[in-house]
């Protein structure tokens, strides 16, 4: 019985010595759940493809443009024929004509059909904006209505305001104004001069 209860000790003892030496192999050779990878294994794979040596780093944040200067010339404020607010300040940075006309005023009656077929065109490159004066606002809104001006904005100016801000004695005149607030031209158009110049401006 003494030898039989020996050789079931010593047996027990090789089963545990076994077991210990498989896991101090594990130890060795693998990591454990949530800890840092074994000396010389490969790194864990984020999904992202590998940069390429030389590329720039991408952006963090996105870039805004500035909001152009307000020239001295653009400040100024007034209400359409169509009652909505207007502020001259929204045209810095960009080219602009303004188109100074009266509702009797046959020459300004020439000019329109033109400015009613370009400034649709040069909407957002060339604005064109009415200042009508030196008439009645029911006559103003005839004069809009019969050469199709809708789409354009008209100030009314009944008082004169606009004009003698831009010192305008006379209609029908156009003041144009660069993109950086100097007035190029202060006079008389006609149709076709009036067309060159907004397709100059455009394209400069």
């Not at 940069?51 to 805004?64: D, L, Y």
Request: proline share 8%.
């Amino acid at each position: 019985m003494a030898c039989t209860g020996a050789r079931q000790l010593r047996r027990a003892a090789t089963a545990g010595a076994l077991v210990a030496a498989l896991f101090a192999a594990a130890a060795c050779t693998g990591t454990a759940p949530g800890g840092p990878a074994a000396a010389g294994a490969a790194p864990t794979s984020t999904g992202a493809p590998p940069t390429p040596i030389g590329t720039p780093p991408t952006p963090t944040g996105s870039a805004t443009a500035a909001p152009a200067q307000v020239p001295d010339v653009l400040r100024f404020t007034g209400t359409t024929l169509g009652g909505a607010a207007f502020d001259a300040a929204q045209l810095a940075g960009k080219p602009v004509v303004l188109w100074f006309w009266a509702p009797w005023c046959a020459t300004c009656a020439s000019q329109a059909w033109t400015v009613a077929e370009i400034a649709p065109r040069y909407r957002d490159t060339v604005p064109i904006v009415g200042v009508a004066g030196l008439g009645e606002r029911k006559a103003m809104k005839e004069f809009v209505t019969e050469f199709e001006l809708g789409g354009t904005p008209q100030i009314e100016d009944g008082k004169g305001v606009l004009w003698k801000r831009f010192k305008v004695t006379e209609q029908s005149i156009f003041v144009i104004i660069d993109r950086n607030g100097a007035v190029v031209h202060q006079g008389f158009l006609d149709g076709e001069a009036l067309t060159a110049r907004v397709a100059a401006l455009a394209g400069a």
